[in-house]
């Protein structure tokens, strides 16, 4: 069973991909880093693999990136490096406006707890 997630997270750009039969996407996030790392300064950007009618959803949002939009992500197990390690990697699989009147707050893109 997947375990699914939604964050609200600063989303700054997606791309998709069709090749060869096979769709996929990405969902590029920023976030200011912990002003109490003092290892880190600025913003820092992520990727996040997605399915590829994500761009859609963001188009169809009507919103101008960057931008806070919900995201929802699966934690997936994925084999990585010339030793095959197991890894998890977050999968977006949905992405909509907020919810809530206004803007929402910046998020650390940290996950909230599953909803029943």
Known sequence: MA???????????????EFEG???GKVSIIDEVDA??????????????ADFGVVD???NAGVELPCNLEL???LR????GQN??????????????PKGAGSAPTSNAKPEPAKA
Not at 3 to 17: D, Q
Not at 36 to 49: A, L, T
Not at 77 to 80: G, I, K, T, Y
Not at 84 to 97: E, G, N, P, Y
Request: no cysteine.
């Open 3 to 17: 375990m699914i997630n939604t964050i609200v997270a600063r989303v700054s750009g997606a791309s998709r991909y």
């Open 22 to 24: 096979r769709k996929g």
């Open 36 to 49: 109490d790392n003092e290892n880190q300064i600025g913003m820092q950007n992520s990727d996040m693999s």
């Open 57 to 59: 959803q963001i188009r």
């Open 72 to 74: 929802d992500v699966e």
């Open 77 to 80: 197990m994925v084999r990585a």
């Open 84 to 97: 095959r390690a197991q890894t998890t990697s977050l999968h977006v699989i949905a992405a909509r406006r």
